[in-house]
Structure formats: structure tokens, C-alpha cells
């Protein structure tokens, strides 16, 4: 499995930004795709993950109302449309691919990208 983020860059507070993922070599049909983010000095944090096969969204209570992640299975891609962004947004986000677990309803992430960085000013 191999990810390649894109798209990330420098934004004003206020703006929007969409980073991209593209995943080639998934071939599970549980898989689950999410994204990361990890700020300076901090922890790696889940964002926001897709099952797509279950019909399933989820995000953190930080971003809910903000950011939105979407699959489009025909180009094998996740985007994470990132609205009203905050300097605490600001940090390096990482596409991550796994298999869903329906017995924990979480996505069991075992794939990493590189990261793509998202500055918010």
C-alpha cells in the first residue's frame, strides 16, 4: 500500500484548503482511509476517517463542523476539505489507510504517507 499526500501549503485564519491522499495498492474491501495530524511538540491525533463500503464519516469534535472527508473510489483518493481554519490547525497531516473493525467500529490503520504540511497563520 502506498499513499502520496498533496496539497497542503500556507493559509490565513479564516481560509479553507482541501489536501488530497491517493492510495494505490488497496485492495480490501473494508478498507478504511483517515487522516492525522501532528503538531509541533505534540502527539499525532486522528482527524477524521472514512469507511466508505460501511457509509461511514467520523471526525474530531475540533474539526466537526469544519472539515469534511470524502472518497472518490474511482480515482482512489480521500480529500479532507479543510473550512474556517485556526493557527491551532497548523501542523503536518498524514493520509492513513487500514482495514475496518466492525466488532470495535474503529479503522485499524496500518498504512502511513509521508505527510503533507498545513500552515495556518
Known amino acids: 500500500v502506498q499513499l502520496v499526500e498533496s496539497g497542503g501549503g500556507s493559509v490565513q485564519a479564516g481560509g479553507s484548503l482541501r489536501i488530497s491522499c491517493t492510495a494505490s495498492?488497496?485492495?480490501?474491501?473494508?478498507?478504511?482511509l483517515g487522516w492525522f495530524r501532528q503538531a509541533p511538540g505534540k502527539g499525532r491525533e486522528l482527524v477524521a476517517q472514512?469507511?466508505?463500503?460501511?457509509?461511514?464519516?467520523d471526525a474530531a469534535d475540533s474539526v466537526r463542523d469544519r472539515f469534511i472527508i470524502s472518497q472518490d473510489n474511482a480515482k482512489n483518493t480521500v480529500y479532507l476539505q479543510m473550512n474556517r481554519l485556526k493557527p491551532e490547525d497548523t501542523g503536518v497531516y498524514y493520509c492513513?489507510?487500514?482495514?475496518?473493525?466492525?466488532?470495535?467500529?474503529?479503522?485499524?490503520?496500518?498504512?502511513w504517507g509521508q505527510g503533507t504540511q498545513v500552515t495556518v497563520s
Open positions: 492513513a489507510a487500514g482495514v475496518w473493525s466492525a466488532v470495535q467500529g474503529i479503522c485499524d490503520f496500518a498504512y
Open positions: 472514512i469507511y466508505s463500503a460501511g457509509g461511514r464519516t
Open positions: 495498492g488497496v485492495t480490501d474491501r473494508r478498507h478504511c
